[in-house]
């Protein structure tokens, strides 16, 4: 069965989620609308074809993202990787995480994490699945996650794992310290562990066309910042990166037609020790 992963008390989640409002544009649901899925509202599909006004190829790119995804993934469980932690992890869409994994490892225990409450909704729907988990959790707070894992026995940090990033730095502002958010999620990991990441970047675009995509997501749920490749790099030094290293969703390790891009989405696999 689907579980919601208890606190130390044996409760429920400790709530960290966001109240629902379908007239505020959510990221997940935005993402949702693009990758062609049916589960966003009405202000969701409004800000994804606004973004497709500026950035027509925002759909390809959402799309080349999942993709990306499911090889890095395979990558994983291929190398014998049986625990995920999913941050961030957006509507279930299918292959879900947990699909791609278990085509090599069946009895692998996945977690996603989200505080949207309509990704929580669909999650733990997934009431077949016994070792998929859900956590409400602002992915913000590594360390309380990290910590409620541990304590209820979902994650065994003495053993491998696979954290996913997928698609959700760019929605964490500079202040909040992006390289510091990543190294308190992978600091606790065995060795062995990897973790996966795509994000957003602003590359080579003018100032101009940065702010008017930004723009976009300054009503949703989570606002947008495109860094530079540059920026990405440095969150990556402590890491060892697989190859072919830090390059845009579809060349890592795919003969995929390289899609316009919104800058220069990025995507990485990286030993964490």
Known sequence: MSEVVRDSAGNGDASGGIGF????????????????????????????????????????????????????????????????VDIGAGIPTSPNVHEVVRRHQPDARIVYVDYDPVVLAHTRALRAETGVYALDADMRNPHEILDRLEEAGTIDFSQPVGLLLISVMHFVRRDQDPAGMIRAYTERLAPGSHLVMSVASGG????????????????????????????????????????????????????????????????????VR
């Open 21 to 84: 409002d379908p007239e505020v544009p959510s990221t997940a649901r935005i993402y949702d609308y693009l990758i062609g899925g049916k589960d966003n509202f009405a202000a969701d599909r409004a800000a994804a074809e606004h973004l497709l006004t500026m950035e027509p190829s925002a759909r390809a790119i959402a799309q080349a993202n999942r993709r990306f995804m499911v090889r890095a993934v395979e990558l994983l469980a291929q190398t014998g990787i049986r625990q995920y």
């Open 204 to 271: 080579q675009l003018a100032q101009d066309e940065i702010d008017r995509v930004e723009a976009v997501y300054a009503n949703a749920s989570s606002p947008l910042v495109l860094y530079t490749p540059a920026a990405v790099a440095d969150w990556l030094k402590p890491f060892e990166l697989v190859e072919p290293g830090l390059v845009s969703y579809s060349k890592w390790r795919a003969d995929e037609a390289e899609p316009g891009s919104i800058g220069a989405p990025l995507a990485v696999v990286a030993k």
